[in-house]
């Protein structure tokens, strides 16, 4: 089983849209969470932590529930500039910071 | 807003051949990473740095790979012989303290081109 596995996509959404992008992580001992955007052929760039209790950042929503090892992003209202990969991220330990392999996101005017 | 360095943005080079990647971390930063990405895969960590030695590194990270911090501002990743699976874009990242919790801190990445 991979580390770390998301929705490959894409997801084509009109804009205005809520999407939401899945991720599941293999290590039960993993400890620290992010969501990470990736612009095409640029580098990646943190999104947001995500948090036990959940955690939002105007129209995005993280959660995280370690009991099925599941992480989501929730993105509210889409907007154009949303268009890009989303990298779902885990820490197990010390600075090995492993990623997904990332869900594609268009939204469409 | 500071930010991380990397030079040079592509490179070409033949099998064989030596490569040296440039990254200048952020400068109050005290973790320095390699990572790459070979085209339409995922970022893959090769190694992390702190107090001038390797604290990680991964399976990638064999004897063909080096990295070093040869002053108080560069950190560099050497490919001592490039193979054409080498090709991919190479991302340094910084990150003020150690621990998951902290940000990793991206450089535009450098592209190598293997032929």
């Known amino acids: 089983r991979k580390e770390v596995e998301q929705d490959p996509g894409p997801f084509n959404v009109p804009e205005g849209a809520t999407v939401a992008f899945n991720c599941t992580y293999s290590n039960s001992a993993s400890q620290s969470f992010f969501w990470y955007r990736q612009d095409c052929r640029k580098e990646p760039k943190l999104l947001m932590s995500v948090y036990s209790s959940g955690n939002e950042d105007g129209r995005f929503t993280a959660q995280l529930n370690r009991a099925s090892q599941y992480i989501s992003l929730l993105i509210r209202d889409s907007k154009l500039s949303d268009s890009a990969t989303y990298l779902c991220v885990v820490n197990n330990y010390g600075q090995n910071f492993v990623f997904g392999p990332g869900t594609r996101l268009s939204v469409l005017p | 807003e500071p930010e991380v360095t990397q030079t040079p943005s592509h490179q070409v080079t033949q099998m064989g051949q030596e490569v040296i990647l440039r990254c200048v971390p952020i400068s109050n930063h005290l973790y320095f990473y390699w990572y790459r990405q070979i085209l339409g895969q995922k970022v893959e960590f090769l190694v992390s740095?702190?107090?001038?030695?390797?604290?990680?590194k991964s399976e990638i990270f064999d004897d063909q790979f080096s990295v070093e911090r040869p002053d108080g501002s560069n950190f560099t990743l050497k490919i001592r012989s490039t193979k054409l699976e080498d090709s991919a874009m190479y991302f340094c990242a910084s990150s003020e303290a150690g621990g998951g919790a902290n940000e990793l801190f991206f450089g535009e990445g450098s592209r190598l081109t293997v032929l």
């Open positions: 740095f702190y107090n001038n030695e390797i604290s990680e």
